[in-house]
């Protein structure tokens, strides 16, 4: 083929070039979730510099793993090493303390801890995946995984958890104040996840007294864990519900949603439910993917990362629950203005909240 055709030789070294350094990324990525797992950089973290026999015990595994463990995070400039000349079993390997931060502390802003975990948790789903493309059935939530939660709550956790109450909702005057007032406004918070959202809003604003609503048991269970360590679950009620059911009922000041609709099955029947949820004059804030005005191609790295993630996690999870609107994680802006019409909304507004992955919408009754 390749005779009979005008190829453009830098083309080909290019493109081959970029799925190489494609792999490359992907074989460490699994390496990184292997030191998230077995505790290696909480102990490199916590002990500091270790030769291969040292952490090896330290973590209870094997030295022979450890040592080319240790070996490939160095190359991958993950690790620093004091002597590469010495003998192998000689090393002694430090985590540089900014490594330390981005890997492991979930509150940090640079935190990219989930991002090996979402590579691992995919790799136990690939062959369900490649029937999904066959079948056009989805892969549901649970063949994922628990740790699949996880990797949700920590990607956008940081921001949770520093700037929702600190600087997000406070550029929604009559929001911010409403929380702050008497008699203490009541908020529903769905598809709650690990109740990070839910948790920061509590801890921003003490008077506030919340409901999370989830269908997945585990997510509940883990947000009621974490609502009790941070000392919130006097005023957080976490619930196993299905917030598309109409049968759930109340009435809240404030309705939030965070980075969920585009996951849903059914999202016009969930927004219904959002909007009956909400008290007259009350407020819905929703947030999701924060993707461009339109399809593009090339396109930027953001967006290429939402059409990946789209495919190997947000859309098989969407496509479970049919029948299913299989939106996926590119929800443009005009798509989340049409499930809110359809649901019953008059106006959709986008708030002037600035954040690099996630769009801030209001919806209006």
Known sequence: MAEEMQLDEAKIEEFAGRVFMAGLGATELFTMYFGQKLGLYEALQEKGGMTAAELAKEASIDERYTREW????????????????????????TLPAEHALALLDSTFPAFIGPIPQMVA?????????????????????????????????????????SQLAQEWLPQIPDVH????????????DLASGGGWPTIAIAKG???????????????VTLARKNAAEEGVADRVEFHVADASDSSLT?????????????????????????????????????????????????????????????????????????????????????????????AGFKSVEVLPIEHPGLRFYRLHS
């Open 121 to 161: 948790v995919v790799g136990r789903v690939v062959d369900p995946l490649v029937e999904g493309f066959r079948t056009g059935r989805g892969v549901p939530y649970a063949e994922y995984g628990p740790e699949a939660v996880d990797v949700q709550a920590g990607f956008y956790k940081p921001g949770y958890v």
């Open 177 to 188: 104040d409403r929380l702050q007032a008497d008699p203490p406004a009541r908020i529903a």
């Open 205 to 219: 604003y003490p008077k506030v007294q919340i409901d999370g609503y989830d269908l997945d048991e585990y997510s």
């Open 70 to 93: 240790l070996e490939q995070q160095a190359a991958a400039a993950i690790l620093t090493v004091d002597d590469q000349s010495a003998p192998g079993d000689a090393r002694r390997y």
């Open 250 to 342: 109340g009435t809240y000041d404030v309705v939030t949603v965070f980075e969920a609709v585009h996951d849903l099955g059914r999202p016009v029947e969930f927004l219904q439910t959002v909007k009956r949820l909400v008290a007259p004059g009350g407020a819905v804030i929703i947030a999701d993917e924060k993707t461009a005005d339109s399809f593009t191609a090339p396109a930027d790295e953001m967006e290429r990362f939402l059409y990946g993630a789209s495919l190997v996690w947000c859309l098989p999870m969407g496509l479970a629950d049919a029948p299913s609107a299989g939106t996926g994680a590119v929800i443009r802006e005009r798509t989340f203005r049409d499930y809110a019409t359809k």
